[in-house]
């Protein structure tokens, strides 16, 4: 599975969006962008995740680019509950392969009121 | 739905006793399941991967002999950590994959926090 590279801590005021970014420069033509977070204490959460279109859903907004070298998380109107660590991950997901996920450091982002 | 519990949620033994640690699948069938070990500060580090009724593949530099994983049933994984030392204090995650793919596919535990003495 492709790297991923995140800023490790980001803040963000709370009400506003919070704009997560992660690079994947090796990505493969078959994988996958995911995003999940983890809040202290907690197991991974999963949010969204997208091959090459943007996506949404009720949790967040993910922007990938043209190239599919870099995405975005979006938060759209940020809570003090989603003080959280962020991991990007990059995989291929296949039916009948292992599809395990590989955690990098994530980015730690903290939201202030 | 796809909801994966685990039990208990926090342990605290002795060092040279054993732990067993549970990892269920409440309304999906888990044809597969990982776990996961996090220390403080920390990512998380997979430690195994178990398939339903076979014998788990665990990752480089992790012990087989000393966490030992079942798998007996499609909705029940098992991870036992034998003569617990106090390194082996830390955050124990399990996710269950269910079977097909809709996208999300992986769910995981709330966690357990083994701490030994």
């Known amino acids: 599975d492709a790297k991923t590279t995140q800023p490790p801590s980001m803040d963000c005021a709370e009400g506003r969006a919070a704009n997560l970014p992660c690079n994947h420069s090796?990505?493969?033509?078959?994988?996958?962008v995911y995003w999940y977070r983890q809040i202290h204490s907690q197991g991974p959460q999963y949010i969204i995740h997208g091959l090459k279109n943007n996506e949404t859903n009720e949790m967040a907004s993910l922007i990938i680019t043209e190239d599919r070298k870099s995405s975005t998380l979006i938060l759209p109107h940020a809570t003090l509950r989603d003080t959280a660590v962020y991991y990007c991950?990059?995989?291929?997901?296949?039916?009948?392969?292992?599809?395990?996920?590989?955690f990098g450091g994530g980015t730690r982002l903290m939201v202030k009121p | 739905g796809a909801v994966v519990s685990q039990h208990p949620s926090w342990v605290i033994c002795k060092s040279g006793t054993s732990v067993k640690i549970e990892c269920r699948s409440l309304d999906f069938q888990a044809t597969t399941m990982f776990w996961y070990r996090q220390f403080p500060k920390q990512s998380l580090m997979l430690m195994a991967t178990?398939?339903?009724?076979?014998?788990?593949?665990?990752e480089q530099g992790v012990e087989k002999d000393k966490f030992l994983i079942n798998h007996a049933s499609l909705t029940l994984s098992t991870l036992t950590v034998t003569s617990a030392h106090p390194e082996d204090s830390s955050f124990y995650i399990c996710?269950?994959?269910?079977?097909?793919?809709?996208?999300?596919?992986?769910?995981f535990g709330p966690g357990t926090r083994l701490t030994v003495l």
């Open positions: 991950i990059v995989r291929v997901v296949e039916s009948n392969a292992g599809n395990m996920l590989t």
């Open positions: 178990s398939n339903e009724g076979s014998k788990a593949t665990y």
């Open positions: 090796t990505i493969s033509g078959n994988e996958y």
């Open positions: 996710s269950a994959r269910m079977s097909g793919w809709n996208g999300n596919e992986q769910f």
